[in-house]
């Protein structure tokens, strides 16, 4: 089975300041997705960036980009010029590109993320 | 507002206790998949509907059952309630069938906060 692993429980930034987050996950599929959600006070669950395994580009949304290492199965965030909206629930995400249940979102355990004015 | 629409909100129940979770998917979306979120499991996949038929199971108890209507929306009974299914619990909906069909996350409703007293 699939794992995602957050390594990191909290983290804390400047504002302004860049932070990366990292993520690692376990699968012996070479077909899948990854993604990064933010969940913020408010509950709700914001789709922030994702990237297809089998594009070697690293994906990019403003300021926020990936580190995708595909062999060594690592997925990290990267956010640049940090900003107070920034301060949330990161949660990185792995879906299969198959079908059933095993296409469905396996997340990892979160990374509480502090912006400090 | 993401399109997807949760109620209620807030529940707050006895034990023993039968309630019902609504959930309106985004508009022309046929999936929609329930999510647990509780502090120790983390977001755990219960189930997934395709357009009224159940598509995928996850780690959903045999006290919990759900069903998609012929509108599209989709329903999570949970009976015999405990103080262990205190959570949150998200509704998220996707146009495709099964996630291997493109490259898209969810998109998730804001959630309904359960809490067995």
């Known amino acids: 089975a699939q794992t995602v692993t957050q390594s990191q429980p909290e983290m804390s930034v400047q504002e302004a300041e860049t932070v990366t987050l990292s993520c690692t996950y376990d699968?012996?599929?070479?077909?899948?997705?990854l993604f990064w959600y933010k969940q913020p006070p408010s509950r709700q669950m914001i789709l922030v960036i994702r990237q297809e395994a089998y594009k070697q580009q690293n994906a990019t949304e403003n300021r926020f980009s990936v580190n995708f290492q595909k062999a060594a199965k690592s997925f990290s965030l990267k956010i640049s010029d940090s900003q107070l909206g920034d301060a949330a629930m990161y949660f990185c995400a792995y879906r299969s590109g198959g079908g059933g249940s095993q296409g469905n979102l396996i997340f990892g355990k979160g990374t509480k993320l502090s912006v400090k004015p | 507002d993401s399109g997807v629409t949760q109620t209620p909100k807030h529940l707050i129940t006895a034990t023993g206790q039968r309630v019902t979770l609504r959930c309106s998917p985004r508009s022309g979306d046929l999936s929609v998949y329930w999510y647990q979120q509780s502090l120790d499991q983390g977001l755990q996949f219960l189930i997934q509907y395709y357009n009224g038929e159940e598509r995928a199971k996850g780690n959903i108890l045999e006290r919990f059952s759900a069903q998609q209507f012929p509108d599209l929306h989709s329903e999570l009974n949970l009976s015999s309630l405990e103080l262990g299914d205190s959570a949150l619990y998200f509704c998220?909906?996707?146009?495709?069938?099964?996630?291997?069909?493109?490259?898209?996350?969810?998109?998730f409703g804001s959630g309904t906060r359960l809490t067995v007293v």
């Open positions: 998220a909906s996707s146009v495709a069938p099964h996630p291997g069909q493109g490259a898209y996350g969810y998109t």
């Open positions: 699968t012996s599929e070479s077909d899948y997705y």
